[in-house]
C-alpha cells in the first residue's frame, strides 16, 4: 500500500495521477464498462468488440485494475469493481461522460499550459485556444457535446445528492438559475409534486428543455423563461437554486448574479448554492483541485465557507447554514439581510 512506501516512492505514485486519469478516460471513451455488465471478459474480447489492439488495451486495463477500477482474475479475465460501476453508461449517476472529459485532448493541452495560470492569474484555456472556455464549445461542436454529455453527468450525480439532503417542502415555488435543460429542476419537481417551478438559462439553452421537462412528467408545473443572469433574475419565487453557477465566476461577477437574486427575493426567500465548500487547512478534498481547473478554465474558482460568507455579505445575504450532501458538493443556504 502506498503509505507503507518510503516519501520518494510515494511522490513518484502521486507524480503518474496524470496516467491513471487517461488511462480511465480511453476506457470510458472505448465504454469497457458496458461490455462488462453481463460479466467477466478477456481484453482480447473486449478488443474485438472495439476493434482497438488487444495487447495495447491489455495493458491499460491491467493499470486501471491495479488501482481498483476493474479487476483481473487468474485467468486475465476484467471485470466490474465498485470504482469501475459508475463508468457504466446507463448506471445511475454515471460518471462515463465525465471521465471522458476530464482525460481528454484538450484537458490535457490546458493543464500543460498551468504555469501560465499561475504567472498570470488568466485561465490557459485562452492562451492555447485563442478564445474563452464557453465559446469554444458553442463553435466546436465534438468538443461541446463531450463537455455537455460531462456536464449532464455530473448533473445526474450531483442532483440526487442534493434532493436527499435539503428539504424543499416548505416551498411553493423553487427558480433554478442557470438550470440548463432542467434536470436538476425535474428531479426536485419529481419528489415534490406541489412544488412548481421556473427554469432560467440563456433563451438558447432552455429552448432545449422542453423534452426532458416531458420526460419527467413536470412540464406542466414549470415555467421556462430565457435571459441573462447577470442582468436580471425572475421574482416570484420562494426560493432561487444555483447548481454549479457561481465557480464559473470572479468576484464582481459572483455579486452581481447574487445581488440580482436578492432584489428578486420576497422576505423569507431562500437562495440556495450548490457548490464544494473547500476545508481550512491540509485537509485533503477534491475542491482543491477542482479549483485548479477552474484556474485555467474560467475566470471563477472554489471557496471555502468564510469566502462564501464575505460574497453574500457584499450581495445584501447572509449565510444560514451550510448543508453537506452524500458527493463532494454541499447547499450553502442564504437569506436576504
Given at each position: ?12 505514485q502521486?507524480?503518474?495521477?496524470f ?22 471478459k ?6 474485438q ?9 491489455y ?38 461522460a ?23 492569474g ?14 469554444y ?6 468538443a461541446?457535446?463531450v ?44 419528489k ?29 408545473r ?5 435571459g ?10 420562494d ?27 420576497a ?5 440556495l ?21 477552474m ?10 465557507e ?14 444560514t ?6 458527493s463532494?458538493?454541499?447547499?450553502i ?5
Amino acid at each position: 500500500m502506498t503509505n507503507e512506501l518510503p516519501p520518494p516512492a510515494q511522490l513518484m505514485q502521486i507524480l503518474f495521477g496524470f496516467a491513471a486519469s487517461r488511462a480511465i478516460g480511453v476506457t470510458a471513451e472505448l465504454r469497457i464498462a458496458d461490455l462488462l455488465k453481463e460479466g467477466p471478459k478477456t481484453a482480447e474480447e473486449l478488443a474485438q468488440e472495439r476493434g482497438v489492439h488487444a495487447r495495447s488495451l491489455y495493458r491499460v486495463m491491467r493499470a486501471c485494475a491495479s488501482i481498483g477500477v476493474f479487476s483481473e482474475d487468474d485467468n486475465k479475465k476484467f471485470s466490474l469493481t465498485p470504482l469501475a460501476e459508475p463508468l457504466v453508461s446507463d448506471a445511475p449517476g454515471s460518471l462515463r461522460a465525465f471521465a471522458q472529459m476530464i482525460s481528454c485532448d484538450w484537458q490535457f493541452q490546458t493543464w500543460a499550459e498551468l504555469p501560465y495560470s499561475v504567472k498570470t492569474g488568466k485561465p490557459s484555456f485562452e492562451k492555447v485556444f485563442g478564445t474563452s472556455s464557453f465559446d469554444y464549445f458553442w463553435s466546436n461542436e465534438k468538443a461541446g457535446k463531450v463537455f455537455n454529455d460531462a456536464m449532464t453527468s455530473n448533473s445526474s450525480f450531483s442532483s440526487v445528492a442534493v434532493l436527499n439532503a435539503y428539504d424543499f417542502s416548505s416551498f411553493t415555488k423553487l427558480i433554478d438559475i442557470g438550470g440548463g435543460h432542467g434536470f436538476l429542476l425535474a428531479t426536485i419537481l419529481g419528489k415534490y409534486e406541489k412544488l412548481k417551478g421556473l427554469l432560467y438559462d440563456m433563451p438558447a439553452i432552455v429552448a432545449e428543455a422542453e423534452k426532458l421537462l416531458q420526460q419527467h412528467g413536470v412540464r406542466d408545473r414549470c415555467e421556462i423563461e430565457g435571459g441573462n443572469f447577470f442582468e436580471t433574475v425572475p421574482a416570484g419565487g420562494d426560493a432561487y437554486i444555483m447548481k454549479h453557477i457561481i465557480h464559473d465566476w470572479d468576484d464582481e461577477q459572483c455579486k452581481t448574479i447574487l445581488q440580482n437574486c436578492c432584489n428578486a427575493m420576497a422576505e423569507g426567500s431562500k437562495v440556495l448554492v450548490v457548490e464544494m465548500v473547500v476545508p481550512e487547512g491540509n485537509e485533503p478534498s477534491l475542491s482543491k483541485f477542482l479549483d485548479l481547473q477552474m484556474l485555467q478554465f474560467l475566470p471563477g474558482c472554489e471557496r471555502t465557507e468564510k469566502e462564501y460568507i464575505a460574497l453574500f455579505d457584499k450581495a445584501g445575504l447572509r449565510v444560514t447554514r451550510i448543508i453537506p450532501t452524500m458527493s463532494p458538493f454541499s447547499i450553502i443556504e442564504g437569506e436576504r439581510k
